[in-house]
C-alpha cells in the first residue's frame, strides 16, 4: 500500500554511493537491503565495512525483502524541528525489526519509520507491520509501516 502525502517542503533523502540502491528501489515502493557479497549478510544502512564479516570490499547489492516486522518500540511525536513536518504532527515513529525467510538467522536487521496508522493505533511491543511508502514527491518515496492486522 502506498501513503500519498506530497509534502513540496519536506526534507527529501540526499543518496550517496552506499545508499542510492536503497533509494532508487525505495522511488518503485520495494524495500531492500543491503547484501555483503563476501559473507551474504543482510544490513541497513551499509557502510564502508561489512559488519559481520569485516570485509572492507563488501560490494553490497540491493536485496529486495518483503517488508514484514515487528515493532520493538515508538515514539510520538509531538513537535517538529524541521520544515515540512508540522502537518503531518503528531506522527508515530517505529522502531522495526525486520523478519522474513531472506533474514533467518539475522536479527536484530532494524528500520525506523512513520507509522501510517496514526497515534490513536492499537500498538505494542511485537505488533506486526508491514512496509507501506509515502511518496514525499513525484520521484521520491521513503519507506513507512502500517500494522499488518490479523493474520
Given at each position: 500500500?502506498?501513503?500519498?502525502?506530497?509534502?513540496?517542503?519536506?526534507?527529501v533523502?540526499?543518496?550517496?554511493?552506499?545508499?542510492?540502491?536503497?533509494?532508487?528501489?525505495?522511488?518503485r515502493?520495494?524495500?531492500?537491503l543491503?547484501?555483503?557479497?563476501?559473507?551474504?549478510t543482510?544490513?541497513?544502512?551499509?557502510?564502508v565495512v561489512?559488519?559481520?564479516c569485516?570485509?572492507?570490499?563488501?560490494r553490497?547489492?540491493?536485496t529486495?525483502?518483503?517488508?514484514?516486522?515487528?515493532?520493538r518500540?515508538?515514539?510520538?511525536v509531538?513537535?517538529?524541528?524541521?520544515?515540512?513536518?508540522?502537518e503531518?504532527?503528531?506522527l508515530?515513529?517505529v522502531?522495526?525489526?525486520?523478519?522474513?525467510?531472506?533474514?533467518?538467522g539475522?536479527?536484530?536487521?532494524?528500520l525506523?519509520?512513520?507509522?501510517?496508522d496514526?497515534?490513536?493505533?492499537?500498538?505494542?511491543a511485537?505488533?506486526?507491520?508491514?512496509?507501506?511508502?509515502e511518496?514525499?514527491?513525484?520521484?521520491?518515496?521513503?519507506p513507512a509501516?502500517?500494522?499488518a492486522?490479523?493474520?
Amino acid at each position: 500500500m502506498t501513503a500519498e502525502h506530497p509534502l513540496p517542503h519536506r526534507p527529501v533523502p540526499v543518496p550517496d554511493e552506499l545508499s542510492a540502491a536503497f533509494w532508487e528501489a525505495a522511488a518503485r515502493h520495494v524495500l531492500t537491503l543491503a547484501k555483503c557479497s563476501v559473507c551474504g549478510t543482510l544490513t541497513h544502512p551499509p557502510d564502508v565495512v561489512c559488519d559481520t564479516c569485516g570485509s572492507t570490499d563488501p560490494r553490497f547489492t540491493a536485496t529486495p525483502v518483503d517488508g514484514r516486522g515487528v515493532v520493538r518500540s515508538w515514539t510520538v511525536v509531538r513537535q517538529s524541528f524541521l520544515p515540512g513536518f508540522a502537518e503531518l504532527l503528531p506522527l508515530v515513529l517505529v522502531d522495526v525489526e525486520l523478519v522474513g525467510p531472506e533474514l533467518d538467522g539475522q536479527p536484530d536487521v532494524r528500520l525506523v519509520g512513520r507509522l501510517l496508522d496514526g497515534v490513536d493505533a492499537p500498538l505494542a511491543a511485537g505488533s506486526a507491520v508491514r512496509v507501506a511508502f509515502e511518496q514525499v514527491r513525484g520521484d521520491v518515496a521513503v519507506p513507512a509501516f502500517e500494522l499488518a492486522g490479523a493474520s
